[in-house]
Every structure is written in structure tokens, then in C-alpha cells.
């Protein structure tokens, strides 16, 4: 929807330029906006690159449309290009803030061609990069971007195969591309404070920050990814993306202005999913394949990866395990090494995950050890021997 109603205001401009001219908001701004909302759709990264290439066309000095044509051409997987226009973007940057985010676009864009191209090329984009003063004199040419692009009035949406991640731009600290010039500037200007809550099925995130400007301002719920662009007095921006630790309902999300906050509100789309966070971690791509584990035959991969989970307070449960051990222990059994294991588990799992080892353990005799509530919530965990093995 957010994508037709910017083609409207296209036809509004393009039908009325003289009072375009004197508008805060020209063509270029409108297809720059318009290939942010397509990015945010599934499937229409072609459709958002053609928007990006326009946009460069009609504000050729436009950092944010240099910007986002680097994000689309990253997200299809064509770094070295998406390094050219991060380059521009961060060329064109006029605001401190926009230095600082293009800044760490360029990094990102830079970081990745390494990674997806041979020694030489890789080598070449490291001068380029350092080089953004001495190209500031000389504005880049946009004809070879102009020979290849179609009639700006109507762009058709081609799907594609590949998953877009769902990040908008990069807001990370700046690599080795900022200057040491860019460290004065955070000490100068003040950021919005960021608090988080979660209530029911929905999870709240509160950004403070007084004298918001809420039409030039903008916000893109994805299916598991918010992106933010506040528009804050004297002339700055505040900029954030947000990888969300679970998926969203994106139609049912809404952002709230305000005098002193902006609030986001975020529709969960598995409303028992307790947030233990609310962005994705590196860690969770470790989670176990399986959910139940057998006290006598855990591989030493999975210890490892459940081991390095952080601690909590295991007190609740201390009890339950000494009486659990009891048989064990009186037989000449037990393990200090696996139970040692067992508490770590339990010291990383949420509330669910904790019902479902107490029951398992004690149901099983101290044999299985599960972590799936749901799935010995209404069953007694009994124990199956293997071939040749006593139960």
C-alpha cells in the first residue's frame, strides 16, 4: 500500500512541477522512499533496484538515494556494485549523522565484496574507499545508470528467488572506512534512548527523543525486522534497524508519535513466544536439532553448544534433582560430568523448557531429559531401551 500511494504523489509532482519546485518533497525523494517500501516486500527486489536507479537519476547528489541503491544491490547479492554506491553515498553526506550511517553501509558493502571476490578486485575497492575526499570535488556520472533504466512511471514487479534480508540500512558502529573526525561527532550529538517491553501479544519498543518531526519521518514494519528514520530537530536524523529475535504480523504493527517518544507497536505472530530478547543473536543459530535428550548417550557437540549458554539461578529446581539422584546414586551410579551438563542446560532454558526437563527427568527415572513442553505436557516420559540394552 505504502509503495501505490507513493506512485500517486509521483503523478502529483509530475503533473504540477512548478509547484514541485517549491515543495519539500520532489521526485526524487518520492522514488527514493517508494524503493523503501518495496524493499520491504518479498519478492520485489527487482522492482526496488529499478526505483533505486530512478531515484539516483532525478537527485543525482541525494546521499539517501545513493544509500539505498547500495542496500538493494546488496541484498541481490552484487557487492562490488553496492560498494560504488555506498562510496557516493557517503561522498554526498552533508548531516553527521548521515556520515555515520553511510559510513558503516560502505564498511558493510566493502566487507562483503572481500568475501565474494577474487584477491585483486577485493584489493582494488580498499583506495577507492579511503579516497572519498579527494572524489568529493568531482560528482559521479549517472549516464550509464540512465541508459538502462525504463520509463519512471510505471516499473513492473518481477519476483525473485532470493530471500532479501530484512535489515533496511546498517546502523553498526563504523568500521576501519570512518575517520577518526566521525568519533567527535557521536560525543556531540545526543541519540535517543531505547527501552523495550513485552505485555501480552504485543511487544513494545519506546524510542525518547523530543521534537520528532513526524512527516518527515519514517517507519517499515517487516516480517521480522523494523527499520526507523526520525526526523529530529536542527536539521538531524536518527537512524535504526532492528533484527527481531521473532517474527511479527507487519500489517497489525503501528508507531506512535509523540512530544517526547516515539512508541512502536509490535503484533507478535506466535502470540505464546515469550521474548527472551528482542534481536536476533549469533547464538541462535546453535539451537539443537533435536529436542530430547537421552542422561546416558548426549554427543559431546551438544554439550558444548548447550555449555555456552549464559547462567541463571537454578535454585527452583536443586531440589528435584537430588531426589532424582537418589536411586542412582544408591545403586553406585551417576555422573557428576552429565548432571554438571544437566544444570547448564537448565540454567539457559526459559520457563517452558524447565517444566519439561523437571517432568521428563523424574518421570523417566533420571533416563530422558526433554525440552519441548508441548510435547510431554499431556503424556507420561517413559524410557525406551535400544536393542540389547536393559530398560
Same mark, same amino acid.
Given at each position: ?26 521526485? +526524487? ?18 522492482? !526496488?533496484?529499478?526505483?533505486? #536507479? ?33 562510496? %557516493?553515498?557517503?561522498?554526498? !553526506?552533508?548531516?553527521?549523522?548521515? =556520515? ?27 583506495? #577507492? ?80 527523543? #523530543?521534537?520528532?518531526i513526524e512527516s518527515r519521518s519514517e517507519v517499515h514494519f517487516g516480517t521480522r525486522s523494523v527499520s526507523v528514520s526520525l ?64 542422561? =546416558? ?17 537454578? %535454585? ?15 545403586? +553406585? +551410579?551417576?555422573?557428576?560430568?552429565? =548432571?554438571?551438563?544437566?544444570? =547448564?542446560?537448565?540454567? +539457559?532454558?526459559?520457563? %517452558? ?20 513442553? #508441548? ?17
Amino acid at each position: 500500500e505504502a509503495a501505490e500511494y507513493y506512485g500517486r504523489a509521483l503523478k502529483v509532482i509530475r503533473e504540477s512541477k512548478s509547484e514541485a519546485k517549491g515543495s519539500e518533497m520532489g521526485e +526524487g525523494d518520492v522514488l527514493t522512499r517508494r524503493a523503501g517500501a518495496l524493499m520491504q516486500l518479498r519478492g520485489c527486489e527487482d522492482a !526496488a533496484l529499478v526505483e533505486c #536507479k530512478a531515484a539516483v537519476v532525478c537527485a543525482p547528489n541525494s546521499a539517501l538515494a545513493h544509500a539505498r541503491l547500495a542496500t538493494a544491490l546488496l541484498k541481490m547479492n552484487r557487492p562490488i556494485e553496492a560498494c560504488a554506491a555506498a562510496t %557516493d553515498a557517503s561522498r554526498f !553526506a552533508t548531516k553527521p549523522d548521515h =556520515q555515520i550511517a553511510f559510513a558503516a553501509l560502505l564498511s558493510k558493502c566493502t566487507a562483503e565484496s572481500e568475501l565474494n571476490s577474487s584477491p585483486n578486485e577485493s584489493a582494488s575497492l580498499l583506495p #577507492k574507499a579511503a579516497s572519498n575526499e579527494n572524489e568529493k570535488q568531482h560528482p559521479p556520472s549517472t549516464s550509464t545508470v540512465s541508459a538502462s533504466l525504463p520509463s519512471s512511471s510505471s516499473h513492473p514487479v518481477a519476483p525473485s528467488s532470493e530471500s532479501p534480508r530484512d535489515r533496511l540500512e546498517p546502523t553498526e558502529t563504523p568500521g576501519a572506512a570512518c575517520s577518526a573526525s566521525k568519533k567527535d561527532v557521536h560525543a556531540k550529538q545526543t541519540l535517543p534512548r531505547m527501552e523495550w517491553f513485552e505485555r501480552g501479544e504485543f511487544v513494545t519498543v519506546e524510542l525518547f527523543a #523530543k521534537g520528532v518531526i513526524e512527516s518527515r519521518s519514517e517507519v517499515h514494519f517487516g516480517t521480522r525486522s523494523v527499520s526507523v528514520s526520525l526526523s529530529l530537530p536542527e536539521e538531524r536524523n536518527f537512524v535504526l534497524n532492528l533484527d527481531l529475535a521473532h517474527e511479527i504480523s507487519a500489517r497489525e504493527c503501528r508507531a506512535e508519535f509523540s512530544k517526547v517518544k516515539v512508541e512502536l507497536r509490535l503484533k507478535k505472530l506466535h502470540a505464546a513466544t515469550r521474548w527472551a530478547q528482542l534481536e536476533r543473536s549469533s547464538s541462535d543459530d546453535l539451537e539443537s536439532t533435536g529436542n530430547e535428550i537421552s542422561a =546416558q548417550g548426549t554427543e559431546s557437540s551438544r554439550q558444548k553448544a548447550r555449555a555456552a549458554r549464559a547462567p541463571k539461578d537454578w %535454585d527452583r529446581i536443586a531440589a528435584a534433582m537430588e531426589d532424582a539422584e537418589e536411586p542412582e546414586k544408591s545403586g +553406585g +551410579g551417576g555422573d557428576a560430568a552429565v =548432571q554438571k551438563l544437566f544444570q =547448564q542446560i537448565y540454567m +539457559g532454558a526459559d520457563e %517452558d523448557a524447565r517444566r519439561a526437563m523437571n517432568k521428563s527427568f523424574v518421570e523417566s527415572g533420571g533416563k530422558v531429559l526433554s525440552t519441548n513442553w #508441548k510435547d510431554v505436557a499431556n503424556r507420561k516420559v517413559e524410557y525406551k531401551a535400544e536393542n540389547g540394552e536393559d530398560a
